[in-house]
């Protein structure tokens, strides 16, 4: 069987790259495409895939993605009519549909057009019940086009059983459509460090409670913040992620709630020193 990926979110660095190592900075679904790509192609020894992408300056192994060889080939698209997935990619899937079985795309989005049976994966649809921590512009393109790629696909994943009763509920398709499969866990290299090592590198000199995810409305972060100020104590609280969309409220927060001095905002950790965080924290 041939399997075409779209591989538009493990390419793109939206939230450029790491000084460190010159990866790109990937978060959400840009880290979930990436991880499945990898795992993939360490763990699937009987398909061939073809990785849809963008045409970029470097080649998918900079970025960390797996070498080509004949089961696993990268084909570049230009982006010339406009939104990549739904008009590029359509457009070139239209001409290699004799080549492929199934696509899969693990980003939210199908392709206007899709001449081949789709699998999407959809992480949640958080924006129909809580529309107002949505930018008008993406609120708009995720209810009019996830909507119509959940209608169009053959299979939808997603990756909680509450996702799936929410897909199933608000657009009405059959339970045995949606399927649910969990995140994994990241094989990473652990260095551990000490409280010592935290308050030098990150400035976390107390016990401190800690959260990590992109600053965005939907991540209920501000109300963390409101909740953390009313505990009498000497504690920190310590915010680890990128900024999202609409994050001025949530980075005032601190200062609103009275309590600037407690909350630590930290955007630049590495996935290696990331378990050190976790393992120091009272809880998270």
């Not at 239209?94 to 899709?114: A, C, M, R």
């Not at 995720?142 to 509450?162: D, E, P, Q, R």
Request: charged content about 30%; some cysteine; aromatic content about 12%.
């Amino acid at each position: 069987m041939t399997i075409g990926i779209n591989g538009y979110e493990a390419v793109v660095p939206r939230f450029g790259f790491d000084k460190e190592t010159g990866l790109p900075v990937r978060v959400g679904s840009s880290e979930y495409v990436f991880q499945l790509l990898v795992n993939l192609n360490k763990l699937d020894n009987t398909n061939d895939y073809r990785i849809y992408i963008p045409s970029i300056e470097l080649n998918p192994q900079e970025l960390g993605l797996p070498k080509e060889n004949e089961r696993w080939l990268y084909i570049k698209i230009p982006n010339k009519l406009g939104p990549w997935t739904l008009s590029d990619l359509s457009r070139k899937l239209s001409k290699d549909k004799k080549w492929l079985d199934v696509f899969f795309s693990p980003t939210h989005y199908l392709p206007l057009f899709t001449p081949i049976p789709c699998v999407i994966s959809i992480l949640d649809v958080s924006y129909l019940y809580f529309p107002e921590l949505f930018k008008k512009k993406d609120l708009y393109k995720l209810k009019l086009w996830g909507g119509y790629s959940i209608k169009k696909a053959k299979k939808v994943l997603t990756i909680s059983k509450s996702s799936k009763n929410d897909i199933i509920n608000e657009y009405k398709v059959k339970p045995e459509k949606v399927a649910v499969a969990y995140p994994g866990i990241r094989d990473i290299l652990r260095i551990s460090m000490k409280k010592e090592d935290l308050a030098e590198k990150f400035g976390i000199k107390k016990d401190y409670i800690l959260f990590v995810g992109t600053i965005q409305p939907r991540k209920n972060i501000k109300r963390l913040i409101e909740a953390f100020s009313r505990l009498k104590t000497d504690l920190e609280l310590v915010v680890v992620g990128k900024k999202g969309w609409m994050y001025e409220g949530i980075l005032n927060a601190p200062k609103e709630y009275g309590i600037p001095e407690r909350v630590r905002f930290l955007d630049t950790v590495t996935n290696e020193d990331l378990p050190s965080l976790y393992k120091n924290a009272l809880c998270f």
